[in-house]
């Protein structure tokens, strides 16, 4: 008897952390299902500042400590912090003859509360020419909940 009530205890026990645990976990699916908007927005925008030549409000996407590294067949050829990197894309937006506009193609995303990866398909017109490629960004969420960039690796197709 003393076994028997103990065996039901232990599958009661087993039945609440199960139906806790699937509360969490319903939970934190519909936070993610939720992140990807957010991220996606932040993404269309760091797209859309860089495309307009506003190098303020591209900046603003990254954290200060932001580092970034361009890959090139399978060798890394570029790896900067922020500051020299803005300066660099600005640079290239000035001195270009051509008018460029970079737009997000694809998109996936994974989060929780605190961090993000995600991975944007891009398209770069530059005159007659386009070029395409990927980011793969690590982002986090700053004290003002805002999604920020910490580390971005990026390469041509």
């Known amino acids: 008897m003393r076994r028997t009530r ?3 205890l232990s599958l009661l026990g087993l039945l609440v952390a199960a139906a ?3 509360g969490i976990a319903l939970w934190s699916a519909r936070h993610a299902e939720q992140a990807p908007a957010d991220i996606r927005q932040f993404l ?7 495309s307009a030549g506003d190098m303020a409000g591209y900046k603003s996407h990254f954290d ?10 399978g060798e890394v050829v570029y ?6 990197f803005v300066a660099e894309q600005a640079k290239a937006i000035r001195e270009s003859p051509e008018r460029m506009v970079e737009r997000m193609t694809t998109f996936t995303a994974d989060a929780d509360a605190a961090a993000a990866q995600a991975t944007a398909g891009w398209e770069l017109k530059k005159g007659s020419r386009t070029v395409t490629g990927v980011d793969r960004f690590t982002l986090i969420r700053n004290p003002q909940r805002e ?3 910490l580390f971005l690796v990026f390469y041509e197709r």
Request: negative net charge; charged residues 15%.
């Open 20 to 22: 806790l645990g699937g």
């Open 79 to 84: 790896v900067a912090s922020l500051e020299p």
């Open 6 to 8: 103990l065996t039901i």
């Open 64 to 73: 200060p400590d932001a580092q970034i590294a361009m890959v090139h067949e």
């Open 44 to 50: 269309e925008s760091y797209f859309s500042t860089w």
């Open 147 to 149: 999604w920020k960039i």
